[in-house]
């Protein structure tokens, strides 16, 4: 019971099963009063629990863990400098932070190794900035900047990957992107995220979060689901987890100096687009006549260059989830005058030669055809799962995964697709294929369920709200989980759209555009005419109509989501480094970054080894964009604002 107190907020965890593959159950709760060997809390244990163990690990919300000792504190030269280091020791883990100066130069770069001494879970692993310079300009989710040195921030706000600058002319420190990081919080002593990083007492506080729970919303991995998809048994995975000996690295950099140059931020859409909108789609419950009336207006239309409405019509590209295969014939069941009736075979790739045209057709539009699973339920084995997703990577190019049915398929990454102990286990078989973006049921479980707001990071009343756009998962650290949201089409307003380029902000919608009509699911993309023939809307034609005016006029990306994941996955390679009058940026990707885009606060960017374009944007922000070599760099020259 060490370091536990009355009044701290703890979380209990409880195994059921006994085993490391079963569901863990946790119960948030405060203490009351700390024994020798046994602690008071102030709620009862859901009789379900009660015959349970509880697990080894209690754990401690927002603590500074006790016992703490910092010690080794050493200093080695180095042919270009020195690298200084020293060890903080818990009885829990210890972290060795070295800390590479360079002569002449303007940065500090800092490496964090954590050592798990016995297993853990935490809700956070934070180290916090108190510094006596003043922060005084904060580098918001959205990319846009804000000074806080004339009027205090009320409420906490979560900048995700981004940073601060703190001092002034005479004497300051800024740190800027920072990939290899959770998140990093500007905390305050008004309101914030519910589980609150740290307590903040006096003027902002800077929090670098190298594990943060709320800067991994996938890891959720569901064993059972009731018929209304509430949780019967599940293991929340959203708390990071290591074992006894397991080590994690983190970097930094932090910039010095008082004449530091405007910032640049990495932009999160690239080619000088102010916002991106994809449309995602899930392959449920469809048929032919109503893919040809979401892609082409008309269930009548076999062909692109035919199109009257739909996708095709406006030029849009979707990401688009297809089934391989149906062996077991798996059938649309629709309701109409509360009768179910059957509307044939759910369609698959493999089982329908005029389906995989319609998808060949598709394809070569720029569209991007992925998986939704191999069957739609869990008749395909899983020695198939190879071949089907060989296949695929072969013919589509596929890097995109969105996962279905996880009461119904147990190769679902939600359910056990991604447990290393399970038969149905697929991580190999995915990293082998190439796929490399996933989406899953829990994607948007802790994003705001307001499904008439379509910006994911939601800026205007969400500042305090952990929002990340995309995730690692624990067995699949190469991946990348993305987040998306499921708004009506009647939230994609005209103002709506404005007000998502004007926010720089980042749209990933999903849906089922194709889904076949009836007395329960009427989604608005689709429907039948006078003669029940399948269409597509008045309203989805006019919305799509809105965002091809809006990509025309270079504000809106409209893509998929494998090209703008991509485009955040090479950004995380790409490292800055300030210089006197500019910036250099260094890339760590092995291949080209087109419209690498920046952000800063900028009367003009110049360079001498790449070609720039640039356009202002409002608040003096300078948006900049060009083409980033492969492991190469690019310097800039910044003419700042007079």
Known sequence: MDGLAPEDEIVLAFHPYGGASTPTFQLACRVVDVGLTSISIDRDIPPHLVRYSSGCVVFQRSAVLPATSVGDAWLQPTAQGAIAGYRVCTAHFRIDIEVRMQQASPHVD???????????????????????????????????????????????????????????????????????????????????????????????????????????????????????????????????????????????????????GPAPRLALVPHGFRAAHVWTEHADKTTLASHRAAYFGHEDIEKVEGAVGGFAKFGHVVTKSVFHDNPRAYLNRVKRSDAQTSAGEMLAYGRSPEFAALLDQLDAQGHEICLHAIAPDDAAPPERDGQALAMFHSRFGSRTWIDHGIQDVRMSIGWQGLLPWSHFAVQETLAKAGVRYFWTWSS?????????????????????????????????????????????????????????????GISVHQHYYPFLVDDQHQFGFIEQDGDGKYVATARFNSVLRSVAERRASGELLQTTLGELASYWSDCEQVSIEMQPRGFTLHSGCANTIEGCAVILRARAVTSAGARVRSRALDDGDLLVWMDLPPNGRIQCDVEEHP
């Open 444 to 504: 948007t479980d802790f994003m705001a369920r307001d499904k008439r707001i379509i910006n994911l990071l939601h800026t205007t009343k969400g500042e305090h709200l952990p929002t990340p756009l995309w995730w690692r998962h624990p067995f699949l650290p190469a991946g990348l989980v993305w987040a998306s949201h499921e708004a009506h089409l009647e939230a994609f307003t005209d103002a709506a759209l404005d007000a998502l380029i004007q926010e720089r």
């Open 110 to 260: 800092v490496r964090t190794r954590t050592t798990f001494l016995q297993p853990c879970r935490l809700f956070n692993l934070s180290l916090l900035v108190r510094s006596p310079l003043a922060i005084a300009e904060v580098y918001l989710k959205n990319r846009t900047l804000r000074d806080v040195r004339r009027e205090q921030p009320a409420h906490d706000i979560w900048l995700w990957k981004e940073g601060v600058r703190a001092g002034d002319s005479s004497n300051g420190w800024m740190i800027l992107g920072n990939p290899s990081l959770a998140s990093v919080e500007l905390l305050t002593r008004g309101r914030g995220a519910i589980l609150k990083t740290a307590p903040c007492e006096t003027r902002p506080t800077l929090a670098l979060n190298l594990l943060h729970c709320s800067a991994q919303h996938f890891r959720r991995h569901v064993e059972n689901l009731t018929a209304d998809y509430s949780h019967s048994a599940f293991e929340d995975m959203s708390l990071p987890a290591f074992e006894r000996g397991a080590e994690v690295t983190h970097d930094f950099r932090v910039h010095l100096g008082g004449r530091l």
